[in-house]
């Protein structure tokens, strides 16, 4: 026992004290910030107003963690003058000088969110940067409002007292090895603990969260910015935008070549319902139907029932996803933005409000709801399902099965399909989105069907044909409810994952996505191939045009089934340039200027063009059209012009 003699109790108790204030103030930092902004939050109770609290703990964690790193490292370290009066002092500057600069961020919110309806983020330095008179409107704002002033000074007051107000006695070890045994072990534990914390949480299925993880929690997408902090969405922005405006050509070039508002006039007598099919990790290789005439060599097709289904669709071989992670394809598929070389789904920019298929759905009078099985807020689908205005959202909570669980990400798809098949179809007309999860790492497929389908030349392969069984149940589930002959199915991958055949490991094909529109109703005339160009993003205005939603839909893609033909400009980005396919050639965009130009049969990208087009007509034509289709792009996120 003489061991736990050594261990730092006072010091790790009294650490722990003081990163609770941070949290303490916090908590009051957002409590004044939406009594402040309460006209623009609507919170109808105290006990929303806790729950919204209460979710804003895993936000205030990773600001705090963020900023208080140094002090908590050297707060542990074992250099045996920590508890010396000199030592703690100098913990006290530290400590005070940091949380002093991060808490003020959340202050200037009290009033600025009146103006820009968001969260401070990085980029206010992209503000700053061309501008030179900060000082003078810091001052003034100041002026304008004492009372942040003051507020940030009585509280910095009560912080510095209350930390004051527990302090650690000098004290020396007296046995090094057990001293410094057990400061190691608390070091790593710590360690351990704020990665989970910085990153949210400690589950496999989740990315770090981000600014629109706050919708997650949330019946208003303003009601996010309480659980926001203004420290924590500074922070998680930085070096992560991009996003900024440019100038290139005037709007009317843009309005009359990129067209971001299109408008269609089709009469429906009786409104369908809608199925989207957001495959995971669908790629167009894996599927018989769209490789027919791709004359690639020992081709096995993965997915005998979409096969099957496409023969009786419109299909579009040809088509290409907007992003490369499931939140893109999200964004892509349901509001029409596609994620260039930064994803707008993470961007300071993606909480805002936006027309989307589920919009112009809800203005339709459709219910609509968002299934996925995994845990809720999962790849940040609850939160952006929330800010598109989906009513309804079912998860792996709502599942409430966990012995169909994976163990992993979600629910196996087949169970979770057969639920979505029955539990849809309760109020007519609906729209319902589902993203499936089972054809995700690490591959795997339910133990009761060992055996059962192709192992295949890859891991994706076995876990495809399995989803494509999943498929098939539902169909035949489908099948039998009274919604089904009246509904248009659409189904398209989120993004490509791991490829066999080399025509599939070309640049741009690493974006090629299936796209299937079917309907059991003949009045739709979803039959046929289609081989133009198409994208996720293509989705959207297709839907609204199928649904007869006669207002203008903001949109830079197209409707596949109308007569009225726009033409494509595919856009999408490799992760350090866009790229945009535009008449006969492939556009790489570097923000500035056109850095690559390839013949758009050159999926490869494998001969640059561009010092043997240089004065070529088409070529001075694309390249003008790509820097108005940006400029467009940015523009209407940053301005906040998505609706």
Not at 160 to 184: D, R
Not at 423 to 449: C, D, L, R
């Amino acid at each position: 026992m003489k061991l736990f003699k050594e261990f730092r109790k006072q010091e790790v108790l009294v650490l722990l004290y003081r990163i609770f204030l941070a949290y303490f103030f916090y908590q009051i930092a957002r409590f004044l910030f939406w009594f402040f902004n309460r006209g623009l939050i609507k919170i109808d109770s105290v006990s929303e107003y806790f729950s919204l609290a209460y979710h804003g703990i895993a936000f205030d964690t990773t600001a705090i963690l963020y900023v208080n790193a140094l002090f908590i490292l050297l707060s542990l370290i074992p250099i045996v003058v920590n508890t010396r009066k000199g030592y703690q002092k100098f913990l006290l500057w530290l400590y005070f000088i940091t949380n002093g600069i991060a808490y003020a961020m959340n202050f200037g919110d009290f009033v600025y969110f009146k103006f820009s309806q968001m969260r401070l983020t990085s980029a206010a330095i992209q503000v700053a940067k061309h501008e030179n008179n900060m000082f003078r409107v810091f001052m003034a704002s100041i002026i304008q409002n004492p009372f942040i002033l003051l507020w940030f000074m009585m509280l910095m007051a009560l912080w510095i007292f209350l930390y004051k107000k527990v302090k650690v006695k000098e004290q020396k070890p007296v046995k090094l090895v057990p001293y410094f045994i057990w400061s190691v072990l608390v070091l790593c534990t710590t360690a351990v603990l704020a990665v989970g914390g910085i990153r949210g949480d400690f589950k496999h299925s989740t990315r770090p969260i981000n600014l629109v993880d706050a919708n997650r929690f949330v019946k208003l997408p303003a009601q996010g910015n309480v659980v926001l902090n203004s420290t924590f969405s500074f922070l998680r922005t930085l070096n992560t935008n991009n996003f900024k405006e440019v100038y290139f050509v005037d709007q009317k070039f843009i309005d009359e070549n990129i067209h971001p508002y299109k408008l269609y006039d089709r009469n429906v007598v009786d409104k369908p319902n809608i199925v989207i099919f957001i495959v995971e990790s669908f790629g167009r290789e894996y599927s018989g139907a769209f490789n027919k005439d791709k004359k690639i060599k020992d081709y096995v097709s993965y997915t005998p029932f979409i096969d099957s289904l496409a023969n009786e669709s419109l299909i579009f071989p040809n088509t290409f996803a907007n992003g490369r992670q499931s939140i893109h394809g999200m964004s892509s598929v349901l509001a029409g933005i596609p994620s260039l070389t930064d994803a707008f789904t993470s961007s300071p920019y993606s909480n805002q409000k936006i027309q989307s298929i589920v919009s112009v759905c809800n203005d339709m009078g459709y219910d609509t709801s968002f299934y996925h099985g995994a845990p809720n807020g999962s790849m940040g689908f609850l939160g952006f399902g929330n800010i598109l205005g989906f009513q309804h959202y079912f998860g792996k909570t709502e599942y409430n099965n966990d012995q169909d669980f994976d163990g992993i990400w979600a629910i196996w798809d087949e169970p979770f399909l057969q639920y979505f098949a029955k539990n849809v179809g309760k109020k007519q007309p609906f729209m319902a989105t589902v993203f499936t999860a089972s054809s995700h790492h690490p591959f795997k497929i339910p133990e009761k069907y060992q055996g059962k389908f192709k192992k295949g030349k890859i891991v994706m392969h076995e876990p495809i044909e399995y989803m494509d069984y999943a498929v098939r149940k539902y169909f035949e589930t489908a099948k039998k409810q009274p919604w089904y002959h009246n509904t248009i199915f659409v189904f398209t991958g989120d993004h490509t994952n791991e490829m066999y055949y080399p025509e599939y490991e070309k640049a741009m094909n690493r974006f090629a996505v299936p796209l299937i529109l079917y309907s059991p109703n003949p009045e739709y005339h979803l039959k046929g191939v289609n081989q133009e160009l198409a994208q996720q993003i293509d989705i959207y205005p297709t839907l609204a045009d199928l649904i007869g939603y006669n207002k203008k839909i903001r949109s830079w893609g197209r409707s596949l089934v109308s007569e009225k033909q726009y033409p494509p400009i595919i856009a999408n980005s490799d992760g350090t340039v866009e790229q945009f396919i535009i008449g006969n050639y492939i556009y790489r965009f570097d923000g500035k200027q056109v850095v690559g130009i390839f013949s758009k049969d050159d999926l490869g990208l494998e001969k640059n063009l561009i010092s043997q087009l240089k004065g070529n007509d088409e070529f001075a034509r694309g390249e003008k059209v790509a820097k108005a289709w940006y400029q467009d792009y940015m523009d209407r996120v940053i301005n906040r012009k998505l609706h």
